[in-house]
């Protein structure tokens, strides 16, 4: 799901993920629309050639390659039925393929108008599926999709539902779930969506990462709290995930507010490393005596 974790807009990945839940949200691996993919897998080339009808309503040149590959794999590995949780994962492959699609159907070609036309048929495609599954998954009893039609389309009745998730535990077992809770819980209660991505970066390691931009929530919130060690920390480990992040300001800041910052930049690499072995707790890490 793609939820943008800050905290102006926490409530829509892009799931780690839960896309961007952000997954919260959680990599795939790209695909490719020629070749050889992951053994004894059939590559996409040879799907298309197989079953055209899984790729003749996409763009059929090579704009969005690894979207539309991840779309026709999809499609072929759940030709007869897809569960609850796949049905989620294909709205947000649609949702990637539709922004991708978008851009590429604005590109005019003077000569070549077919392949504006191939586009443009890419993109009513991604429309009607989103819609197709949107009403499909409407009512599903799956806090996957609960939280996608309360992101989405502010669905209370699906903000309920996975709120009922979250009472009985079932968010537990995925740290994406966890950030898309904070990012309801952020708006009346930022000690309680605090705590609950903490929850989450405890259950994460190098190969599950949440998003970057948790990182930068956790900072923002700690600037809420007149906090900058704790803001400082968690914009170091933002930074190292990628995060955009100005970290000469956030320094600068911690200086003058007098925070030993050799001290936060070491308990900072403990954390990263601490995220990237899948172990990491924030109450034996001593954040809370920041």
Not at 253 to 272: F, G, Q, R, Y
């Amino acid at each position: 799901m793609l939820i943008n974790y800050n905290k102006q807009s926490f409530s829509h990945y892009s799931p780690y993920s839960f896309g961007k839940f952000s997954s919260i949200l959680l990599c795939s691996a790209v695909l490719c629309l020629s070749g050889c993919d992951s053994w004894g897998e059939k590559s996409i080339a040879q799907i298309c050639q197989d079953s055209p009808s899984l790729c003749n309503d996409l763009n059929p040149d090579a704009w969005c390659r690894s979207e539309k590959a991840e779309i026709i794999r999809h499609r072929f590995n759940h030709q007869i039925e897809a569960t609850e949780k796949q049905n989620y994962d294909m709205l947000l492959k649609w949702e990637d393929y539709k922004v991708c699609i978008a851009k590429a159907a604005g590109i005019r070609h003077v000569k070549h108008r077919e392949k504006e036309a191939g586009r443009m048929k890419g993109l009513l495609t991604a429309e009607r599926e989103l819609k197709r599954l949107a009403w499909k998954t409407k009512n599903a009893e799956n806090p996957y999709l609960a939280y996608y039609h309360w992101s989405r389309f502010s669905d209370a009745d699906a903000r309920a539902r996975f709120m009922r998730f979250a009472k009985d535990g079932s968010l537990y077992n995925d740290p994406a779930l966890l950030v898309a809770l904070a990012s309801i819980q952020i708006k009346t209660d930022e000690e309680a969506a605090r705590n609950t991505l903490y929850e989450a970066l405890e259950r994460v390691n190098n190969d599950n990462m949440v998003e970057n931009a948790v990182f930068l929530s956790l900072s923002t919130l700690a600037i809420d709290q007149e906090n900058v060690a704790t803001a400082y920390l968690w914009a170091i480990v933002a930074s190292h995930f990628n995060a955009p992040v100005d970290i000469p300001a956030y320094r600068q800041m911690a200086i003058a507010s007098n925070v030993n910052t050799d001290e936060i930049e070491s308990k900072a690499e403990e954390v990263i490393d601490d995220l990237q072995d899948g172990k990491f707790n924030a109450y034996r890490a001593g954040i809370h005596k920041l």
